[in-house]
């Protein structure tokens, strides 16, 4: 292969092809093959630098400050932790429900909703009675605490006409419409009060 040698203008001594005018390495020749002294391109040497970078980065974070998780294992396990606290922290909220007589002012305004809604076709709007009891009065077919009446609102009392509202209506839903009728009807006087059922409480 032809080529000549140069100078170039810090004095180093270069073999240019003549043919195609570049570069070749000196002394690199194997059965007159030659390689030429070309640069790596930009992009190659930045991306090598970067990695060179984040390897100083990932070793102090990971072995000096031990910021992440050494092994993938740990991390994994770590996950899963979390997510079995989560979940016990849900389970445990869920198991929190209470049958406790409600009486702030949005819950009674649900309350009534539901009342009005559902209740009111068989209980009548001012809680007099119709098809199902008075609720007004102090007298009482099933008892007269929250429990006892959350009850009756769960499970229904079917032969006598009294639906279930479990599938229908939300825990908290049948609790806000009790809550409606002890804090709310309880007492009042309907204009056509149905005569009392039950035992007087
Ligand atoms: C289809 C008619 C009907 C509807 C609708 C109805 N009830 Fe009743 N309810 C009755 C009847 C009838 C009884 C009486 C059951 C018995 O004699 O044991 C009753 C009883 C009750 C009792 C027990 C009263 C007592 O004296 O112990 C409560 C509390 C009650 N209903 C609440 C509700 C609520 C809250 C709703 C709406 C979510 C509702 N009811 C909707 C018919 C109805």
């Not at 040698?5 to 570069?23: C, P």
């Not at 079917?158 to 409606?180: C, F, T, W």
Request: aromatic fraction near 10%; hydrophobic fraction near 40%.
């Amino acid at each position: 292969m032809a080529s000549e040698n140069i100078k170039n203008k810090n004095n180093e001594d270069y073999e240019i092809d003549t043919l195609t005018n570049d570069r070749l390495i000196k002394d690199h020749s194997y059965d007159g093959i030659r390689e030429l002294d070309n640069d790596l391109p930009p992009w190659w040497k930045w991306l090598f630098y970067i990695t060179i970078v984040f390897a100083v980065v990932y070793l102090i974070r990971v072995f000096v400050f031990k910021s992440d998780d050494l092994i993938q294992e740990q991390e994994y396990a770590n996950e899963m932790e979390n997510v079995a606290t989560a979940k016990t922290a849900k389970s445990a909220g869920a198991a929190e429900f209470h049958v406790q007589l409600l009486t702030d002012d949005a819950s009674l305004a649900a309350g009534q909703e539901i009342w009005t809604k559902i209740c009111a076709a068989c209980h009548l709007a001012d809680g007099g009675g119709l098809v199902g009891p008075n609720m007004t009065d102090d007298y009482w077919i099933h008892g007269n605490t929250v429990e006892d009446l959350y009850n009756v609102v769960t499970n229904g009392v079917i032969e006598k006409g009294m639906l279930p509202y479990k599938n229908q209506l939300s825990d908290q839903k049948r609790l806000e419409a009790v809550s409606y009728i002890l804090v709310k009807l309880q007492g009042t006087t309907p204009a056509n009060p149905k005569a009392p059922q039950g035992k007087k409480y």
